[in-house]
């Protein structure tokens, strides 16, 4: 099984929806983190977590809410969809006595 | 504030080609640097790591060397495979506030290799 999920893998919704895109963990790592993937853009940090209580922004988190309900569970939600929130998001983790992060496959998120 | 520059791409290039994927970063203190890839519909994977000035990461016939004097991490090759077409990630380890460090990506290099 693999160590990080994603759920769902792909996603339409419509603008002004709320919706939640959900990762887990097996790794047992403190640290977890969502980015977002645009064509050209590379990647870009939305939120990260140190632990379960620590929640902190990352440089583009405007419109978007996190919740970390456990240490294996961190959710990114998209509280009213709009179109150039169109992307590939991705959920990663880390140990925070190591550098190399674990990446999940991915949600293609499509907002119509 | 901490950045990592890649060369754009696509790199298109013939099987069994040398490949150079240029990566320079500005970064307060020592930063660790990464290369990352990702495959087709896949995330992102660790491919090689260099922790401090002159090491050398290596892994799957890629190494790339940090050159703290260059400020640089460039990736190579000798002979690239089919199955070498992917994203690739410029990366290092920055520093925020209170101690704690946040990674920062380049923009990837898409490569592409025909038969």
């Known amino acids: 099984d693999a160590d990080v999920t994603q759920t769902p893998r792909n996603r339409i919704t419509k603008t002004g929806k709320r919706i939640m895109l959900e990762c887990s963990q097996t790794?047992?790592?403190?640290?977890m983190y969502w980015y977002r993937q645009d064509p050209g853009l590379g990647l870009q940090l939305i939120y990260y977590?140190?632990?379960?209580?620590?929640?902190n922004k990352g440089e583009i988190s405007d419109g978007y809410s996190v919740s970390r309900q456990a240490q294996a569970k961190f959710s990114l939600s998209l509280e009213s969809a709009i179109p150039n929130q169109t992307a590939l998001y991705f959920c990663?983790?880390?140990?925070?006595?190591?550098?190399?992060?674990?990446f999940g496959p991915g949600t293609r998120l499509l907002v119509l | 504030g901490d950045s990592v520059t890649q060369m754009e791409g696509p790199v298109t290039l013939s099987e069994e080609a040398f490949l150079t994927i240029n990566c320079t970063y500005t970064?307060?203190?020592?930063?660790?640097l990464f290369w990352y890839v990702q495959y087709p519909g896949e995330g992102l994977q660790l491919l090689l790591k260099?922790?401090?000035?002159?090491d050398k990461g290596s892994n799957k016939g890629f190494e790339a060397t940090y050159r703290k004097e260059t400020t640089s991490f460039h990736l190579e090759k000798g002979s690239v495979q089919v199955s070498d077409s992917a994203v690739y990630f410029c990366?290092?380890?920055?520093?925020?506030?209170?101690?704690?460090?946040?990674?920062?990506f380049g923009r990837g290099t898409s490569l592409i290799v025909h038969p």
């Open positions: 990366a290092l380890r920055g520093y925020a506030s209170g101690g704690s460090y946040i990674p920062t």
């Open positions: 990663a983790t880390q140990d925070g006595r190591q550098e190399t992060q674990y």
């Open positions: 977590s140190f632990d379960v209580k620590d929640i």
């Open positions: 970064a307060t203190g020592y930063p660790s």
């Open positions: 790794k047992g790592h403190d640290r």
């Open positions: 260099a922790t401090k000035a002159d």
